[in-house]
């Protein structure tokens, strides 16, 4: 599975905004709201449930913010880059400006580990960090993400 295969240039978002760890998961499930047609509340909840497990700030300013929903059909991701980068309680704490956000069925194991492992091969790579922080719009993250 390759990034292209599961993130459209239209679900990604360049200058995302938020002061604060539960302030970005809320903001970012009112733009996936807006984007499908989940509802709000359940993308907030089931992220905010994951979060609480333990976060999921990979390190290097990465993190991978995923949760599973029951009525979902196939794996959802967007992409997002903070004009400032917070601090997401990182395994390495340092704060977090690039996400890669998966949504994914209850059920869909296989689908929802490949695509976590399509984004931690590419996100891995300083230069494609690199690449993503530097691009000026959706469509030159989506190229530096391949």
């Known amino acids: 599975m390759q990034i292209s295969d599961i993130l ?5 978002f360049p200058e995302f905004q938020a002061d604060d760890k539960r302030q970005l998961l809320e903001k970012i499930s009112e733009a996936v709201a807006q984007k499908t047609k989940l ?3 359940a993308v907030f909840e089931a992220l905010l449930e994951r979060e609480n497990l333990g ?3 990979y390190g290097n300013g990465v993190a991978f913010p995923h949760a599973r929903l029951a009525d979902m059909n196939k794996v959802i991701t967007f992409f997002i880059r903070l004009s400032e980068p917070i601090d997401y ?3 390495d704490g340092k704060p977090v ?3 890669a956000l998966l949504i994914s069925s209850e059920n869909s194991g296989d689908d929802h580990l490949q695509a976590l492992s399509a ?3 590419s996100l891995k790579r ?3 960090c690199k690449a993503v922080r530097a691009a000026r719009s959706a469509h030159e993250i989506m190229l530096a993400l391949q």
Do not use: C, F, H, N
């Open 8 to 12: 459209l240039e239209e679900m990604i």
């Open 39 to 41: 509802d709000k509340s």
């Open 55 to 57: 976060s999921t700030g």
């Open 89 to 91: 309680d990182a395994i």
């Open 97 to 99: 400006d690039l996400l």
């Open 119 to 121: 984004y931690s091969r």
């Open 126 to 128: 300083e230069e494609v």
